[in-house]
């Protein structure tokens, strides 16, 4: 079992930072896909950046002013949000996509509010 922990969320005003931390833990052997969804009231989850293979991947409407990054050392994933906007505003999710005892295996943490608003 492997579980993901997400941090980080808030109240920002517009034009503000936040830095997203999700920590996973678990019998993870290795690391396929990684990432950050997004669900605002009304619309359907969608994918803000991910990490794959390596390469990085960001919706369009984050491209600039969201990074993604990891400490692998500590299992850690971060979002780095600058630059926010109140239709940022959103539950914000991490995703891991791991190799474990198991098989391959599909995790989800529990989700992070963020609210921009002034």
């Known amino acids: 079992q492997v579980h993901l922990v997400e941090s980080g969320g808030g109240l920002v005003q517009p034009g503000g930072s936040l830095r997203l931390s999700c920590a996973a833990s678990?019998?993870?052997?290795?690391?396929?896909?990684m990432g950050w969804y997004r669900q605002a009231p009304g619309k359907e989850r969608e994918l803000v950046a991910g990490t794959a293979y390596g390469s990085v991947t960001y919706a369009d409407s984050v491209k600039g002013r969201f990074t993604i990054s990891s400490d692998n050392a500590k299992n850690t994933m971060y979002l780095q949000m600058n630059s926010l906007k109140p239709e940022d505003t959103a539950v914000y999710y991490c995703n891991g996509v791991y190799v474990t005892a198991f098989g391959r295996r599909e995790y989800w943490g529990q989700g992070t509010r963020v609210t921009v608003s002034s």
């Open positions: 678990g019998s993870i052997f290795s690391t396929i896909t």
